[in-house]
């Protein structure tokens, strides 16, 4: 997801005039299946909500799921999705910038997909509105898959399982509006809710003391102002200090709004403890080094959100915290 900047809204621009031009014919064909996928939401969650078009199916989540996991979505067939979102990293990466094809860097670590069936934009300026127009961004990114919708369309459609499965999904032939609307609807299935912390919640279990402590640390700090609700974030953009000169402006490249410098989407903290390393450019290589930050205070850069002061924690109480950080590992979501 972290393809190079410069190019973010000019490709979600393009994206919206070529996808919406693919969306006039209503599906139909009598190869279509649309047997509902049935999510397993978790307990306190929400339904998230489905576009009219891509409401989630078998056959839909089927197509998007072995389009995340093929290398013939990148240019060589040297990379997939799932190069950058490994399963077992709660579908997040290792790599401070994941390099893409001939080892061009881009700009930003990897992200976690933990729950993206429920954030309202993405990209971390978040430049792209939807699921469907995001998934069109690392294929065609030179520091990607650098690959175009026009020849994946043209590969795709001489695999005789890809031209069988877009006609059960879509009841269309092989095309962008296909591939985008499967990858969204597999990703939408990537639902992470059932970590100790929601055992808790659900009164199942008990913290031990030491997480129970780390618990209290993260209400008093005010992590939970934006770190809220059953995903753990209110999506909102903030600037947490990182910096006090940055070389990614974050929502400023969007905005070009001076006040907007620095601030980035407030990730979940779900899995947190598999989603090494932090910050969007990866630059905090561990969990100590993230609760380091926040006890230090940040850098005094003029954006920074006001809550974010020295914490002065003395060593136990970051190991408590860092222990409650643990306990929204999710060991059934990997």
Same mark, same amino acid.
């Given at each position: 997801?972290?393809?190079?900047?410069?190019?973010?809204?000019?490709?979600?621009?393009?994206?919206?005039?070529?996808?919406?031009?693919?969306?006039?014919?209503?599906?139909?064909?009598?190869?279509?299946?649309?047997?509902?996928?049935e999510?397993?939401?978790?307990?306190?969650?929400?339904?998230?909500?489905?576009?009219?078009?891509?409401?989630?199916?078998?056959?839909?989540?089927?197509?998007?799921?072995?389009?995340?996991?093929?290398?013939?979505?990148?240019r060589?067939?040297?990379?997939?999705?799932?190069?950058?979102?490994?399963?077992?990293?709660?579908?997040?990466?290792?790599?401070?910038?994941?390099?893409?094809?001939?080892?061009?860097?881009?700009?930003?670590?990897?992200?976690?997909?933990?729950?993206?069936?429920?954030?309202?934009?993405?990209?971390? /300026?978040?430049?792209? %509105?939807?699921?469907?127009?995001?998934?069109? @961004?690392?294929? #065609?990114?030179?520091? *990607?898959?650098?690959? !175009?919708?026009?020849?994946?369309?043209?590969?795709?459609?001489?695999?005789?399982?890809?031209?069988?499965?877009?006609?059960?999904?879509?009841?269309?032939e092989?095309?962008?509006?296909?591939?985008?609307?499967?990858?969204?609807?597999?990703?939408?299935?990537?639902?992470?809710?059932?970590?100790?912390?929601?055992?808790?919640?659900r009164?199942?279990?008990?913290?031990?003391?030491?997480?129970?402590?780390?618990?209290?640390?993260?209400?008093?700090?005010?992590?939970?102002?934006?770190?809220?609700?059953?995903?753990?974030?209110?999506?909102?953009?903030?600037?947490?200090?990182?910096?006090?000169?940055?070389?990614?402006?974050?929502?400023?490249?969007?905005?070009?709004d001076?006040?907007?410098?620095?601030?980035f989407k407030?990730?979940?903290?779900?899995?947190? /403890?598999?989603?090494? %390393?932090?910050?969007?450019?990866?630059?905090? @290589?561990?969990? #100590?080094?993230?609760? *380091?930050?926040?006890? !230090?205070?940040?850098?005094?850069?003029?954006?920074?959100?006001?809550?974010?002061?020295?914490?002065?924690?003395?060593?136990?109480?970051?190991?408590?915290?860092?222990?409650?950080?643990?306990?929204?590992?999710?060991?059934?979501?990997?």
């Amino acid at each position: 997801m972290h393809f190079h900047i410069r190019h973010s809204i000019l490709l979600v621009f393009f994206s919206a005039l070529f996808f919406n031009a693919c969306t006039s014919d209503p599906p139909t064909g009598p190869q279509l299946d649309l047997t509902p996928y049935e999510l397993d939401i978790p307990e306190g969650f929400p339904m998230p909500a489905f576009p009219e078009g891509n409401e989630l199916t078998e056959a839909r989540v089927e197509l998007g799921k072995k389009l995340f996991f093929d290398k013939a979505l990148s240019r060589d067939f040297s990379l997939s999705c799932e190069s950058c979102h490994k399963q077992a990293l709660a579908f997040s990466d290792p790599v401070l910038v994941e390099p893409g094809l001939q080892l061009n860097l881009g700009l930003r670590n990897s992200p976690t997909l933990a729950n993206v069936a429920y954030h309202p934009y993405f990209f971390r /300026e978040g430049g792209s %509105p939807n699921l469907e127009l995001q998934a069109a @961004a690392p294929i #065609e990114s030179e520091e *990607e898959m650098n690959f !175009s919708i026009p020849e994946l369309v043209q590969r795709l459609s001489e695999d005789s399982d890809y031209v069988e499965m877009a006609l059960k999904a879509y009841g269309r032939e092989m095309d962008a509006f296909v591939i985008t609307r499967a990858l969204a609807s597999f990703q939408r299935t990537l639902i992470s809710g059932n970590a100790k912390y929601d055992q808790v919640v659900r009164g199942e279990t008990s913290f031990t003391a030491e997480e129970e402590l780390g618990f209290t640390i993260f209400n008093d700090a005010n992590c939970n102002v934006c770190h809220s609700g059953f995903d753990l974030t209110n999506y909102t953009f903030e600037n947490n200090g990182l910096y006090t000169v940055y070389e990614d402006g974050g929502l400023y490249r969007r905005t070009l709004d001076t006040l907007d410098v620095g601030k980035f989407k407030i990730p979940s903290l779900r899995n947190i /403890e598999l989603t090494a %390393p932090y910050m969007h450019n990866g630059s905090l @290589a561990t969990l #100590e080094d993230v609760v *380091e930050h926040y006890n !230090s205070g940040g850098q005094n850069h003029p954006n920074k959100n006001g809550l974010i002061q020295n914490l002065d924690l003395d060593q136990s109480q970051k190991n408590a915290l860092i222990a409650f950080l643990k306990t929204l590992t999710d060991q059934e979501f990997i």
